[in-house]
């Protein structure tokens, strides 16, 4: 019997809330955005610890960009970056009020707020550009 949910991503992200499928849909056209904007060449969208990840093709240009719904923390979607980099402090300072963060390496977003448009699309172009920079 065929698979009615191939994509690995599709399969995972069916199994969350409807509002956090909805919040997904618009973070990762954000995302792929970003990734076309940065100049970096074709992403690779894969799950990464089960969890959707976004990573430039071409090696040492960028890092890997992951977002993920929980069920311990329902109300809202995080996204998170490499802990070895400085991209959760560059956001943070860009960005102070648009995420809560956690650590140096999680974005937080609540479900029931307006996603932080402009704070999503720097965060993806800084992943995707990081090795670029550093």
Same mark, same amino acid.
């Given at each position: 019997?065929?698979? =009615?949910?191939?994509? =690995?991503? *599709?399969?995972?992200?069916?199994? !969350?809330? /409807?509002?956090?499928?909805? &919040?997904?849909?618009?973070?990762?056209? %954000?995302?792929?955005?970003?990734?076309? +904007?940065?100049?970096?060449?074709? %992403?690779?969208?894969?799950?990464? !610890?089960? $969890?959707?990840? !976004?990573? =430039?093709?071409? =090696? +040492? &240009?960028?890092?890997?960009? +992951?977002?993920?719904?929980?069920? &311990?923390?329902? +109300? *809202?979607? /995080?996204?998170?970056?490499?802990?070895? *980099?400085? %991209?959760?402090?560059?956001?943070?300072?860009?960005?102070?009020?648009?995420? $809560?963060?956690?650590?140096?390496?999680?974005?937080?977003? $609540? %479900?029931? /707020?307006?996603?932080? &448009?402009?704070?999503?699309?720097?965060? /993806?172009?800084?992943?995707? *550009?990081?090795? $670029?920079?550093?």
């Amino acid at each position: 019997m065929l698979d =009615p949910l191939p994509d =690995p991503i *599709t399969r995972t992200t069916a199994h !969350w809330p /409807a509002e956090a499928r909805l &919040k997904f849909t618009d973070i990762r056209a %954000l995302i792929l955005e970003a990734g076309a +904007r940065a100049d970096i060449g074709p %992403l690779t969208e894969s799950l990464k !610890w089960g $969890q959707p990840a !976004w990573r =430039p093709d071409r =090696p +040492r &240009k960028g890092s890997t960009l +992951r977002l993920n719904w929980s069920d &311990k923390l329902p +109300r *809202t979607l /995080a996204l998170f970056v490499d802990c070895k *980099t400085t %991209l959760a402090a560059e956001i943070f300072a860009a960005y102070p009020d648009d995420f $809560q963060y956690e650590s140096n390496r999680a974005m937080r977003m $609540q %479900l029931n /707020a307006p996603l932080p &448009k402009d704070a999503i699309a720097y965060l /993806a172009h800084a992943t995707f *550009t990081y090795h $670029q920079n550093t």
